[in-house]
């Protein structure tokens, strides 16, 4: 049998006065070896893990492109094969306008992006020209996943190959801490797909969907592009409830809307109810208040709407409803569901606590509206 | 990872009637969209309309 009582340490090792040559060398070695090509095998580890997210973003950018491809020639029936055209939308880039004299690019930003909007709507018409507005729209934001995905897998393809090409190991360490949260927004955009195609609300449109319930029975009017406003009564006050043109998948022009309300209107509080990415440790569909105006985006709507409110001297109340990247880009979760009518009485509590009788509220129901009609 | 379950979610529609307040709550049906009147109520001579649509999501 082995004895394991006598085992010394210091001989194993190489501690003792008498050192044996050679474990002082497999001592030596790995030092030599680390201190020169440490940084190198370093890189081969965190490549194969980096190889391995690309190999699934690949997936995701061929998967939403053919699901893209196959929603357009199965739902409607055309003439010509839709692929390269579909191709070329989705390897369509942007430029952003220059920012090193800030002063005044909000608009450009605005013209921008509404540009872009305008040229893919109608180009997405083209192939159909009898499409409806939902079905343009569902193709919209299949078209925006799809080419997001695209755009992630090429933008970390190329990071990935340069820091390779040129064996920088410094490149790439910035690469594989992004990596985790671009793999999740990645998962997120994929896994939205199905709700999208199926014409269901998403986690996001929790706030069209509260507002969306209090605008039944009222005459609807628009008062912006895919955006609609009506008048309803509460305790006294009078309520103008907005948010974007539903069932279609669009956010509206809330910023237009606004600016063309406030115009025409006296408002004495504006409320805006919106989902909110949550931060990590704090539970899912919870509901919290707060001031100023939540909406999220690039910044255009919030300032246009921050501009209105400020120049009239109006309040802004914000109700938002805490949820993941993925639960407000995918198929609304029961828990997010089940806080409509919590939120709506959240937002008549805000009424009563800030407004007085006789007094007008704007409440801004904030999100993709897909499947939630008004 | 090989131990990862696999993930399903399925779409249901949840309707309630106007009058009893009874909740139904069924699998989702291609066409269903929020607050729209769907049947008479089963229970009652209410008509059941669309509440909620969301998903559920298993593990396997």
């Not at chain 1, 090429?154 to 793999?183: E, G, W």
């Not at chain 1, 999220?296 to 802004?316: C, L, Q, S, W």
């Not at chain 1, 993925?326 to 805000?350: C, F, H, N, P, W």
């Amino acid at each position: 049998m082995l004895d394991l009582t006598n085992f010394d340490f210091d001989e194993l090792f190489g501690f003792g006065d008498d050192s044996n040559p050679l474990m002082m060398l497999i001592w030596i070695l790995p030092i030599i070896l680390f201190v020169f090509y440490g940084q190198r095998i370093q890189l081969y580890v965190t490549s194969n893990d980096i190889k391995k997210s690309i190999g699934k973003l690949n997936e995701y950018k061929d998967e939403s492109k053919k699901e893209l491809i196959n929603f357009v020639k199965n739902n409607f029936k055309l003439k010509d094969d839709p692929t390269k055209r579909i191709e070329m939308f989705l390897d369509y880039f942007s430029i952003m306008p220059v920012d090193m004299d800030p002063n005044g690019i909000v608009p450009k930003v605005q013209h921008f992006i509404r540009s872009k909007d305008d040229y893919t709507r109608a180009h997405v018409k083209s192939l159909h020209p009898e499409i409806s507005d939902f079905e343009l729209s569902k193709i919209q934001t299949l078209l925006e996943i799809a080419s997001t995905l695209q755009l992630l897998y090429k933008v970390i393809n190329h990071l990935f190959l340069t820091a390779k090409k040129q064996n920088n190991f410094p490149l790439i360490l910035p690469l594989q801490m992004m990596l985790p949260f671009i793999m999740e927004q990645a998962e997120a955009l994929k896994d939205a797909i199905p709700a999208f195609k199926a014409g269901q609300p998403v986690g996001d449109g929790i706030g069209p969907m509260v507002v969306g319930k209090m605008m039944l029975n009222t005459i609807k009017k628009e008062s912006s592009f895919q955006t609609v406003f009506s008048e309803t009564e509460f305790d006294g006050r009078k309520l103008y409830l907005l948010k974007a043109e539903g069932p279609l998948s669009t956010v509206g022009r809330l910023g237009d809307a606004v600016k063309n309300l406030t115009s025409d209107h006296k408002f004495d509080a504006i409320i805006m109810i919106d989902a909110a990415l949550k931060m990590e440790g704090e539970e899912s569909a919870t509901i919290a208040r707060g001031f100023g105006a939540a909406i999220g985006g690039i910044g255009v709507e919030r300032f246009y709407i921050e501009e209105a409110a400020t120049a009239k001297n109006i309040p802004i109340f914000s109700i938002i409803v805490r949820q993941t990247a993925k639960e407000a880009i995918g198929l609304m979760t029961k828990e997010i569901a089940d806080t409509a009518d919590d939120v709506r009485s959240q937002v008549y509590d805000v009424i009563k606590e800030n407004t007085q009788e006789g007094q007008s509220i704007l409440v801004i129901g904030v999100g993709n509206t897909m499947g939630v009609p008004q | 990872m090989i131990f990862d379950k696999k993930k399903i979610t399925t779409a249901y529609t949840v309707e309630q009637c106007n009058s009893c307040r009874k909740e139904i709550k069924r699998k989702f049906k291609e066409g269903d969209c929020l607050f729209s009147e769907t049947v008479k109520c089963p229970s009652c001579e209410g008509i059941l309309s669309i509440e909620k649509i969301f998903g559920e999501t298993i593990e396997q």
